[in-house]
């Protein structure tokens, strides 16, 4: 059973920053993509970003040129650079691991942005 769990969320004024965090338990957390998805009151969880084993990341659109997945694997850790931010940022933000058949996610983090 993999346990993630997310941190760094918080209130912050439009255009300031955030970084989020995720741990995984599990020795081979490398092996796995990992992603961040939210979602926001009365709205449907949706991708923000994702990375691959080997580094490769997606993002949605909404993200691009704002927000920059990262994962450091000596620390089964990923991270979401959020800058910019905007008030429809405002969302609960989720870890997903990916292992093909089973998904696992975390309890998610609060991210606030007042305008």
């Known amino acids: 059973q993999v346990q993630l769990v997310e941190s760094g969320g918080g209130l912050v004024q439009a255009g300031g920053s955030l970084t989020l965090s995720c741990v995984a338990s599990?020795?081979?957390?490398?092996?796995?993509?990992m992603g961040w998805y939210r979602q926001a009151p009365g709205k449907q969880r949706e991708l923000v970003a994702t990375i691959t084993r080997g580094g490769r990341t997606n993002y949605a659109d909404f993200a691009k040129g704002r927000f920059t997945i990262s994962r450091d694997n000596a620390k089964n850790t990923v991270y979401l650079q959020m800058n910019s931010l905007r008030p429809e940022d405002t969302a609960v933000y989720y870890c997903?691991?990916?292992?093909?058949?089973?998904?696992?996610w975390g309890q998610g983090t609060q991210v606030t942005v007042s305008s």
């Open positions: 997903n691991q990916d292992q093909g058949p089973l998904n696992y």
């Open positions: 599990g020795d081979i957390f490398r092996i796995y993509t």
